[in-house]
Nanobody, 124 residues
Framework: QVSLVESGGGSVQAGESLRLSCRIS????????MAWFRQVPGNDREAVAV???????TYRDSEEDRFIISQDKSKNTVYLQINSLKPEDTGMYYC??????????????????WGQGTQVTVSS
């Protein structure tokens, strides 16, 4: 069974950077998608970036320049680097996994396992 634990969130000023980490426990197999989602109160979770086991990445259109998703398989960890943070980046960031897939989707319903989230708060 796969479990996920996020870390790296915090309260920062606009313009700063953060690197979120998602530590994976368990076997995700050779074909899996790892995703980062953001949720603000009252809204659904929306995908920020996804990465397949083979390294292919997909970003929400507006996020590609400031968000970088990466993985370190030796550490069983997926990262989300967020640069030039804006107040609108504030939210709870969740890591999620979709197992045994060859195509990564941006919809939350595709993902079976979720972490507990890490809060990012950006002040202006």
């Amino acid at each position: 069974q796969v479990s996920l634990v996020e870390s790296g969130g915090g309260s920062v000023q606009a313009g700063e950077s953060l690197r979120l980490s998602c530590r994976i426990s368990g076997d995700t197999g050779t074909e899996a998608c790892m995703a980062w989602f953001r949720q603000v109160p009252g809204n659904d979770r929306e995908a920020v970036a996804v990465i397949h086991s083979d390294g292919e990445t997909t970003y929400r259109d507006s996020e590609e320049d400031r968000f970088i998703i990466s993985q370190d398989k030796s550490k069983n960890t997926v990262y989300l680097q967020i640069n030039s943070l804006k107040p609108e980046d504030t939210g709870m960031y969740y890591c999620a996994v979709d197992l045994e897939v060859w195509v990564c989707y941006m919809e939350s319903r595709e993902y079976q396992t979720w972490g507990q989230g890490t809060q990012v708060t950006v002040s202006s």
